[in-house]
């Protein structure tokens, strides 16, 4: 399997895991909510004043002990890597990893944990506010639980539950298929679920945020090591990999299959301006949000061994 295809399907994965993990969180909460207050009959505000840690913890114990074992995956980004340089006539030394690669690797694990950690943190504040002030309004138990529910997983409206479900169907067949065509059509239909069926998840909630993040998490750290192993063994060029599909941003589009140097990457990026384009860095943040595309390491002798 290619590095991309793995990250493709760590992405996929690590995303169904966090829709998952949050679905666990909602309902343990609740369960421990209607176990601690009898059924809500013992509600009240001292009650919500010292439920906050029992909240924490369960955050931590489920959503973030699932992160963690997320990030432990991005090993499988630098073996990968690793595969395709130790084809390389480069320097022995740079086809595998010394003591400060390993630092480097563990550095960039404990940040991407970190944006986990700051999701967690803020909806923590966000849960146990909630239980706070309801016991303090005297808002509904079952309200309560209801708000609960859509800070952690969102509320659907107006959803087409038949079409949502084909383009599931659809993607979970193909989304390993070998043909460029149908994996052109499955990134459109996950475009169509993140985009279409995306905004029928109202408000602001843990699985929009931390779903996200997983996303872009694994592409930064992807960036990040490719760079950094490039600048090692003095690669100089680099190349703009990824699939074009209709919601491709513009500079995706325009940079897709070029080479250029470091600073020709930068001045592109920073030149250029369009819809969804976050961050400073084009290495790092390449398209923006949700962005699959990435700058891979060029020399044009290597051609052949690199789209081996």
């Given at each position: 399997m290619?590095?991309?295809?793995?990250?493709n399907?760590?992405?996929?994965?690590?995303?169904?895991?966090?829709?998952?993990?949050?679905?666990?969180?909602?309902?343990?909460?609740?369960?421990?909510?209607?176990?601690?207050?009898?059924?809500?009959?013992?509600?009240?505000?001292?009650?919500?004043?010292?439920?906050?840690?029992?909240?924490?913890?369960?955050?931590?114990?489920?959503?973030?002990?699932?992160?963690?074992?997320?990030?432990?995956?991005?090993?499988?980004?630098?073996?990968?890597?690793?595969?395709v340089?130790?084809?390389?006539?480069?320097?022995?030394k740079?086809?595998?990893?010394?003591?400060?690669?390993?630092e480097v690797?563990?550095?960039?694990?404990?940040?991407?944990?970190?944006?986990?950690?700051?999701?967690?943190?803020?909806?923590?504040?966000t849960?146990?506010?909630?239980?706070?002030?309801?016991a303090?309004?005297?808002?509904?138990f079952?309200?309560?639980?209801?708000?609960?529910?859509?800070?952690?997983?969102g509320?659907?409206?107006?959803?087409?539950?038949?079409?949502i479900?084909r383009?599931v169907?659809?993607?979970?067949?193909?989304?390993?298929?070998?043909?460029?065509?149908?994996?052109?059509?499955?990134?459109?239909?996950?475009?169509?679920?993140?985009?279409?069926?995306?905004s029928?998840?109202?408000?602001?909630?843990?699985r929009?945020?931390?779903?996200?993040?997983?996303?872009?998490?694994?592409?930064?750290?992807d960036?990040?090591?490719?760079?950094y192993?490039?600048?090692q063994?003095?690669?100089?060029?680099?190349?703009y990999a990824?699939?074009?599909?209709?919601?491709?941003?513009?500079?995706?589009?325009?940079?897709?299959?070029?080479?250029?140097?470091?600073?020709?990457?930068?001045?592109?990026?920073q030149?250029?301006?369009?819809?969804?384009k976050?961050?400073?860095?084009?290495?790092?943040?390449r398209?923006?949000?949700?962005?699959?595309?990435?700058?891979t390491?060029?020399?044009?002798?290597?051609?052949?061994?690199?789209?081996?």
């Amino acid at each position: 399997m290619s590095k991309q295809a793995i990250i493709n399907k760590l992405i996929d994965t690590h995303e169904e895991r966090i829709i998952g993990v949050l679905k666990t969180l909602e309902d343990n909460i609740r369960d421990e909510l209607t176990t601690l207050t009898n059924g809500g009959s013992n509600f009240n505000t001292k009650f919500a004043i010292s439920y906050r840690p029992k909240i924490k913890t369960l955050i931590q114990g489920v959503f973030l002990k699932e992160a963690n074992a997320i990030i432990k995956e991005y090993d499988q980004i630098v073996i990968a890597y690793q595969k395709v340089v130790k084809k390389l006539p480069i320097d022995n030394k740079f086809k595998t990893l010394q003591k400060i690669d390993l630092e480097v690797i563990t550095q960039l694990k404990f940040l991407s944990f970190a944006g986990f950690q700051d999701i967690a943190n803020r909806f923590l504040d966000t849960i146990a506010n909630e239980v706070y002030q309801s016991a303090l309004i005297g808002r509904s138990f079952n309200e309560m639980v209801k708000n609960i529910a859509g800070q952690i997983n969102g509320v659907y409206q107006r959803s087409n539950e038949n079409a949502i479900n084909r383009l599931v169907g659809f993607i979970e067949k193909n989304r390993y298929s070998d043909n460029k065509n149908i994996l052109k059509r499955v990134a459109l239909a996950k475009s169509t679920l993140a985009g279409k069926y995306g905004s029928d998840i109202l408000g602001e909630n843990m699985r929009k945020y931390a779903g996200l993040y997983a996303h872009d998490s694994l592409m930064k750290f992807d960036g990040q090591f490719v760079k950094y192993k490039a600048d090692q063994a003095g690669i100089k060029q680099f190349k703009y990999a990824g699939t074009r599909i209709d919601t491709t941003r513009n500079f995706c589009a325009r940079t897709m299959g070029r080479i250029l140097t470091e600073q020709q990457a930068r001045d592109l990026w920073q030149n250029r301006r369009w819809k969804g384009k976050s961050g400073n860095d084009p290495f790092i943040d390449r398209g923006g949000y949700r962005c699959r595309h990435s700058f891979t390491i060029y020399n044009p002798e290597w051609e052949n061994i690199l789209e081996e």
